[in-house]
C-alpha cells in the first residue's frame, strides 16, 4: 500500500517562484495548487463583457467606481476584508461562466475526455502528485503539488500540449485547443484543501451533468 501523501501549504516565508506572460503567477515547492484549464472557445468575448460588466457594477457598489481589479487588490487603503470579497466575487462569477459551458464542449465526448486524463495521469507520483481532478465538458480543475525540481507552469504546458495534439489527430482538425494560461492558487491550508477537493468532486452536479458528460479521479478512492 502506498504512503499517505503529505500536502504543503503555501507559506509567506519560503522562496517562491514568479512568472509572468497576461497573468502574474506564483510557485512554491512542494505545494498543493488548484489549476482551471479551459478549451480556447469556453468563454465567448459577450460571456467575458458580461463578467467585466458585473465586477464594474460590484467595484461601483462598494464605493470604488472607476477602479480597476489590480489597483484595489494591490492598494493598502482598501480594508483586506473588501479585498477578499472581492476575489470571491470575482472568481465565483468567473466559474459560474465557465459551469454554463459556453463553446462546443469538446470534452463531452468520452475519448476526448480520456485524452486529458492520461496526460494528467502521466507523470503522477513521478513528477508531481495528484490530489483529485475533473474534466468538465470544456474546462478540467486540478489538485495538484509538484515535487522537487519541476515547475507547475511547465508542466501543464506539456499536458496541454500532448492533449491537444492526440485530439485535434482524433477530430482531424488543427488549430488552438486550451486558453492559453490556466489559472492556478496555491493552498493556504487543510480546511482549504478540503473546499477545493469538495468543489471538484461537486462541480459536475452543480453544472447539471449526468454521469457521461465529466470525468472525476481523487487518490482517496485508490
Known amino acids: 500500500m502506498p504512503e499517505p ?3 504543503g501549504f503555501f507559506d509567506r516565508r ?3 517562484f514568479d512568472s509572468h506572460r497576461k497573468l502574474p503567477h506564483k510557485e512554491q515547492s512542494g505545494t498543493v495548487t488548484f489549476v482551471t484549464m ?3 472557445d469556453s468563454m465567448p468575448h459577450a460571456v467575458v463583457q458580461q463578467w467585466h460588466d458585473e465586477i464594474e457594477s460590484w467595484l461601483k457598489e462598494n464605493g ?5 481589479v489590480e489597483d484595489v487588490l494591490n492598494s493598502t487603503s482598501v480594508s483586506p476584508r473588501l479585498k ?3 476575489r470571491k466575487f470575482k472568481n465565483r462569477q468567473w466559474h459560474q461562466r465557465l459551469d454554463n459551458c459556453h463553446g462546443e464542449c469538446t470534452l463531452n465526448r468520452h475519448d476526448c475526455r480520456a485524452e486529458v486524463c492520461k496526460s494528467i495521469l502521466h507523470f503522477n507520483s513521478e513528477r508531481y502528485d495528484l490530489e483529485s481532478f475533473v474534466v468538465m465538458p470544456n474546462h478540467v480543475h486540478v489538485l495538484i503539488q509538484m515535487r522537487e525540481e519541476y515547475f507547475l507552469r511547465k508542466q501543464f504546458r506539456e499536458i496541454q500540449r500532448f492533449s491537444a495534439r492526440a485530439i485535434n489527430k482524433m477530430l482531424a482538425r488543427t488549430g488552438r485547443f486550451w486558453q492559453g494560461e490556466p489559472f492556478d492558487h496555491m493552498v493556504r491550508n487543510a480546511e482549504q484543501l478540503e ?3 469538495r468543489y471538484i468532486a461537486e462541480n459536475p452536479s452543480r453544472a447539471g451533468l449526468s454521469t457521461d458528460q465529466y470525468t472525476y479521479w481523487s487518490c482517496r478512492d485508490t
Not at 64 to 68: D, P, Q, T, V
Open 38 to 40: 479551459r478549451l480556447a
Open 14 to 16: 519560503d522562496e517562491t
Open 64 to 68: 470604488l467606481a472607476g477602479s480597476n
Open 84 to 86: 477578499t470579497e472581492l
Open 195 to 197: 473546499n477545493f477537493h
Open 5 to 7: 501523501i503529505e500536502w
